[in-house]
């Protein structure tokens, strides 16, 4: 009797929260297929638009001033963007509300028929507390990633970001790597990995030579190495 009254908590909280997920989820995928289309809409013309070997490659090559006002300028019109659809947020919460009301009511049951479990329960609670704890240090940790990888971009003088898709699905390319070769005005050679991002490559460079600059961008896939060649003055 009193596994079944242990168990009946777990499975009335598993049979909720799976619709609960299936819906997140899906909202998602739809953010994240809105934010990629934000962004590239957002971008000026790019550096270099160029097909190579079933590649469709855009490089934008920028001074990293330029790099920030384009980021503040992206946040400041993903925010007015999500103003306008605050609407279509006030519908989603307001069914959330309706659903939590039948979870409310059989979060009651589930108190009444859990009733005299209390050890059972304050296991469940120290667990609780534990994840809480995890979910706190995993947080700090990727904040202290994420701040460590923005830094590491806008470090140098210029930020390059790179964009790869398959030229006849214009789907993003899995499992590839990129680096750019770079030859100095004073015939000084260097090379940067780019680094993945999101949904591109991106990295950060030093010009420190005024005159004109030739790139070799190099994107592997597969082990085959496709690249493509332009040109950059720095007055």
């Given at each position: 009797?009193?596994?079944?009254?242990?168990?009946l908590?777990?499975?009335?909280?598993?049979?909720?929260v799976?619709?609960?997920?299936?819906?997140?989820?899906?909202?998602?995928?739809?953010?994240?297929?809105?934010?990629?289309h934000?962004?590239?809409?957002?971008?000026?013309?790019?550096?270099?638009?160029?097909?190579?070997?079933?590649?469709?490659m855009?490089?934008?090559?920028?001074?990293?001033?330029?790099?920030?006002?384009m980021?503040?300028?992206?946040?400041?019109?993903?925010?007015?963007?999500g103003?306008?659809?605050?609407?279509?947020?006030?519908?989603?919460?307001?069914?959330?509300?309706?659903?939590?009301?039948?979870?409310?009511r059989?979060?009651?049951?589930?108190?009444?028929?859990?009733?005299?479990?209390?050890?059972?329960?304050?296991?469940?609670?120290?667990?609780?507390?534990?994840?809480?704890?995890?979910?706190?240090?995993?947080?700090?940790?990727?904040?202290?990633?994420?701040?460590?990888?923005?830094?590491?971009?806008?470090?140098?003088?210029?930020?390059?970001?790179?964009d790869?898709?398959?030229?006849?699905?214009?789907?993003?390319?899995?499992?590839?790597?990129?680096?750019v070769?770079?030859?100095?005005?004073?015939?000084?050679?260097?090379?940067?990995?780019?680094?993945?991002?999101?949904?591109?490559?991106?990295?950060?460079?030093?010009?420190?030579?005024?005159?004109?600059?030739?790139?070799?961008?190099?994107?592997?896939?597969?082990?085959?190495s496709?690249?493509?060649?332009?040109?950059?003055?720095?007055k």
């Amino acid at each position: 009797m009193k596994i079944r009254y242990a168990l009946l908590p777990a499975v009335l909280t598993i049979a909720l929260v799976l619709p609960v997920f299936g819906q997140h989820n899906h909202v998602d995928t739809t953010k994240v297929d809105m934010k990629k289309h934000d962004m590239s809409s957002m971008m000026a013309k790019p550096t270099v638009d160029a097909t190579v070997e079933g590649l469709h490659m855009k490089v934008w090559l920028m001074t990293q001033k330029e790099c920030k006002e384009m980021m503040q300028g992206k946040t400041g019109q993903m925010m007015m963007h999500g103003k306008k659809e605050g609407g279509m947020g006030q519908v989603e919460m307001m069914g959330m509300k309706d659903t939590s009301v039948g979870m409310g009511r059989d979060m009651k049951v589930m108190k009444l028929e859990s009733m005299g479990k209390s050890e059972d329960m304050h296991a469940m609670k120290l667990d609780s507390i534990g994840m809480r704890k995890d979910m706190k240090v995993m947080k700090h940790e990727s904040r202290e990633m994420n701040k460590a990888m923005m830094d590491s971009m806008m470090a140098g003088t210029h930020h390059l970001r790179l964009d790869v898709t398959d030229a006849a699905s214009g789907k993003e390319v899995a499992k590839a790597s990129a680096m750019v070769l770079i030859m100095s005005p004073s015939k000084k050679s260097s090379s940067v990995d780019l680094k993945p991002m999101m949904s591109h490559f991106g990295g950060a460079l030093t010009l420190d030579e005024k005159g004109e600059y030739q790139f070799t961008v190099s994107v592997n896939v597969g082990g085959v190495s496709k690249t493509t060649q332009f040109q950059y003055a720095v007055k």
